[in-house]
């Protein structure tokens, strides 16, 4: 597995990474979250070498990084990191020979991404010409052209069109299937929750939670609950209940915010003397909403 183990490093007076450890296993996607400043960004270029951490190590498969095992992870910065005048097609190639691969190699992969990414009417168009949205498909093609084992991307997803975005997700839940551990920093949480069955949440330099987005967001002490009536009810069915925020109260219902001390089946038989129910669900919080609550904490 891929492991950052107790990393640290300052800036002068800031503090970027403060002991920062967490792990991503062949086969696993995991989203790393944070804010902006977290850190995020730190740790994953002390994977690559592009910071040396002032403390703690980064190992893969037990052993420490040489740039040889370096040269065989893809990496997508948030910046880009390709040349903005040189046409698309001869820059994958050349990235994927910087990677190891013989020129028919790197040739014939470039033209199976190229396709993949809707790319193919392009190889000729330098990157500078392209949209935001397809330089990033081509950053991302660079990282993939060699088939790594390892994948980490920071903000893969950022500024793409929902068709693209749709294609970036597909890729790598194929990468993951694959065996290829994927490690990837988004803002787009839905996204996140979506793909990723692992999380973890960074905050000043620090992980301040970890795990799996099913557990983590069942340990949430609120539920939601939506409630929607066939035909008329009671509109006043919530006055007196405790301990429920009503988040919106709809022509045909409401939904509600409860915590743990409310009894869900008492509930649900208050619910069906207002009217008659025709959707009662309890659901546990989005992951943006637990995100936020453990950063302000």
């Known amino acids: 597995m891929l492991l950052l183990d107790a990393l640290e490093k300052r800036f002068g007076d800031v503090v970027a990474l403060d002991g920062c450890s967490f792990e991503v296993a062949p086969g696993q996607m995991l989203g790393f979250l944070g804010p902006n400043g977290a850190g995020k960004t730190t740790a ?3 994977v690559f070498g592009l910071v040396r951490p002032d403390g703690g190590t980064v190992t893969w498969q037990g052993h420490p990084l040489s740039q040889a095992v370096r040269r065989t992870f893809g990496y997508m910065p948030e910046e880009r990191g390709l040349y903005p005048k040189m ?40 990157v500078e010409d392209l949209s935001h949205g397809n330089q990033q498909r081509v950053q991302l093609i660079v990282a993939l052209i060699h088939d790594p084992p390892v994948l980490v991307l ?3 997803f950022s500024g793409l069109d929902p068709i693209a975005a749709h294609t970036m997700a597909g890729v790598l839940r194929d990468r993951a299937a694959s065996g290829s551990a994927v490690l990837f920093s988004s803002h787009q949480l839905d996204v996140v929750e979506g793909l990723c ?19 983590i967001r069942a340990e949430s002490p609120r539920r939601y609950l939506d409630v929607v009536f066939d035909g008329p009810f009671d509109h006043r069915w919530t006055s007196n209940l405790d301990h429920i925020d009503v988040v919106d109260d709809r022509t045909d219902g409401a939904r509600l915010l409860i915590d743990d001390r409310v009894d869900v089946a008492v509930l649900a038989a208050t619910t069906a003397r207002a009217g008659t129910v025709a959707q009662f669900v309890v659901e546990p919080p989005p992951l943006s909403e637990i995100f936020r609550e453990v950063v302000a904490s």
Do not use: C
């Open 87 to 126: 046409p698309v097609r001869q820059q994958v190639v050349y990235f994927g020979r910087i990677h190891g691969l013989e020129r028919g190699e790197a040739e014939a992969a470039a033209d199976v991404w190229l396709e993949v990414f809707d790319l193919a009417d392009r190889t000729d168009a330098k």
């Open 154 to 156: 920071d903000e893969p």
């Open 197 to 215: 069955e692992d999380v973890v949440i960074i905050n000043d330099g620090k992980v301040i939670l970890s795990g799996r987005v099913n557990h």
């Open 44 to 46: 994953m270029r002390s």
